[in-house]
């Protein structure tokens, strides 16, 4: 399905994406999450604990993302139709896209199955660049300007419609 079709299916779905009102507040709150997040995911690493600091790094980058999505005012509760939104709505560079889907990908594998692992070179790259993801999301959220929000909401509107 093509990415702008997955996002119109996304907005049909209950608990899938829609217009909120953008919040400042709430975008600083998600930041908060995200670096409390990493903290989890540190402690989790100083205990030895593996799978809980992949979980943790994925919502680090979940969290992070969605202060954007926050500041925009676009809200999603479905993780895959976020960041399809992420690529549609948002150009999110492909890199750091594809950074938080193997991030995912890793999440899911540790948190609900306990035959699977991840490699350590797979581990190590996630655990590696969780905190520039925090950062380069954080840096979104501050340059955005009203213009580009309006932007983007428009841009939701008109492939809605």
Known sequence: MHNEDFLRSCAQRKDGIRLVEPSDNLCSSYIKMARESLESMNANISA?????????????????????????GLKCEIHDCTLNAAKVLLGIKPGL???????????????????????DKDYAENIESAPAFVIAM????????????????????????
């Open 97 to 119: 896209v594809r950074e938080i889907e193997k991030s995912k990908e890793h999440r899911i594998n540790m948190q609900y199955y306990a035959d699977r692992t991840v490699s």
């Open 48 to 72: 030895g604990v593996r799978r809980w600091a992949l979980v943790a790094s994925y919502y680090a980058r979940y969290n992070a993302l969605y202060a954007v999505f926050m500041k925009i």
């Open 138 to 161: 954080e840096k979104v959220a501050l340059d955005i300007t009203t213009d580009d929000i309006s932007r983007i909401r428009r841009k939701f509107e008109d492939m809605m419609s």
